[in-house]
Structures are given as C-alpha cells and as structure tokens.
C-alpha cells in the first residue's frame, strides 16, 4: 500500500507542475484559484500530519502562480518526509485533528494521504473545464499519461 500512496504523490506532483505551466500560458483567475485550493487543501493536511492547529490555514487563499509555484514545491518536500515515515514505519498510524469547522476527528494516515491524491485530481478537472471555458486548451493530466512516461 505504501508503494501505491508513494505513486499517487508522484503522480501528484507531476500533474500540478503541468497545471502550473498550462497557467503560465492563460489568463485565468479562476482556474489559478482552483489550483490555490489544491495548494491549500494539502498544506492544510501537512499541517495535521504533523500534529499542528491547521485553523489559521486558508483553503481558498488568494495565490499568484510564483506563490503556488513555491507552495508546490515546499509541499512536495514536506510530503517527502512524510511519505518516508510512513515507509519506515515511523509515521503514526493515525492523526487526531480538527476540520475547517472546528469538529474533531481521528483518521488513518494512509486514508488521509489517499484523500489528498484523489482530491487533487478532482479539482484539476474542475480546472481542465475552467480552461476550456475560457477558450484555452486543458492540460491532460490523466493518471494513464502519467503512467505511460515513467
């Protein structure tokens, strides 16, 4: 299982660089948010993995894409130490921590880390639709591709 959560994070990474480069290309506010938001959503969750208050963490800040290039960089880092807790069995099974409003909950770190792969792709669909809206061509950042150059 570690194996798999390990690849969707690669998996992860690689398709926000492409978002990140497809926006460097358009004028798309809203696109641009939704990528914040994704941004946002897995700093959040860095946040609880490593035992601190996430409240203070906007998850639908005002980011210009030099911000979420370094906010993707420093989550691919942190993720990193993460993900190589989980592989060397130092990682705690689960993290007890408070959503955005204010309830507690105790969640399996592999659940969680699953989540945030899946929520990503999520949104860059969201994005993908965004673009084509706004007469631009979508970036393809389907897992397949992905899964076909590495």
């Not at 969750?45 to 490593?50: A, H, Q």
């Amino acid at each position: 299982m570690i194996g798999l959560i390990k690849r969707l994070f690669e998996y992860d990474n690689w398709a926000i660089e492409r978002e990140l480069n497809a926006l460097e290309n358009v004028d798309n506010p809203e696109a641009l948010k939704m990528l914040g938001h994704i941004l946002a959503a897995k700093r959040v969750w860095l946040v609880r993995l490593n035992g601190e208050d996430s409240s203070g963490v906007s998850t639908f800040p005002d980011l210009a894409l030099a911000d979420c290039r370094k906010l993707a960089a420093e989550l691919a880092m942190g993720f990193a130490g993460q993900l190589a807790a989980l592989e060397s069995g130092t990682a705690p099974e689960t993290v007890t921590y408070k959503n955005t409003k204010g309830a507690e909950f105790t969640t399996p770190v592999i659940d969680i880390l699953t989540h945030i792969a899946f929520h990503g792709a999520y949104h860059r669909g969201q994005i993908a639709l965004l673009l084509r809206q706004g007469g631009d061509t979508a970036v393809n950042t389907d897992y397949i591709t992905f899964a076909r150059i590495s």
